[in-house]
């Protein structure tokens, strides 16, 4: 059973930036979803930045240009590097994992943690 530990909680200042860091527990395989998704206060939940099963990157319009996914596979971290934040981008963090093992599928979240972008 996999778990998702995410760090990076902080307040930032506008035009500030910041890294969350996404730790599985274990080595994870058969994985066909990484992401991250915040949730800002009165807000729906919003894919912020994706990688999918054919490798490629999708990042909302929101943080294009701001934000970059990456991860480090022997450490089995997800990160997301937060650059030129904006009030807005004020949220819950969530790391979330999609998983297809054995004709079943898996799906594994982070606990969240809060960015808050403010003066």
């Known amino acids: 059973h996999v778990q998702l530990q995410a760090s990076g909680r902080g307040l930032v200042q506008p035009g500030g930036f910041l890294r969350l860091s996404c730790a599985a527990s274990k080595a994870i395989f058969w994985v066909n979803f990484l992401g991250w998704y915040r949730q800002a206060p009165g807000k729906e939940r919003e894919l912020v930045a994706s990688?999918?099963?054919?490798?490629?990157?999708t990042y909302a319009e929101s943080v294009k240009g701001r934000f970059t996914m990456s991860a480090d596979n022997a450490a089995n971290t997800l990160y997301l590097q937060m650059n030129t934040l904006k009030p807005e981008d004020t949220a819950a963090y969530y790391c979330?994992?999609?998983?297809?093992?054995?004709?079943?599928?898996?799906?594994?979240w982070g606990q969240g943690t809060l960015v808050t972008v403010s003066s």
């Open positions: 990688f999918t099963g054919s490798g490629s990157t």
């Open positions: 979330n994992l999609h998983q297809r093992r054995w004709g079943r599928n898996y799906d594994y």
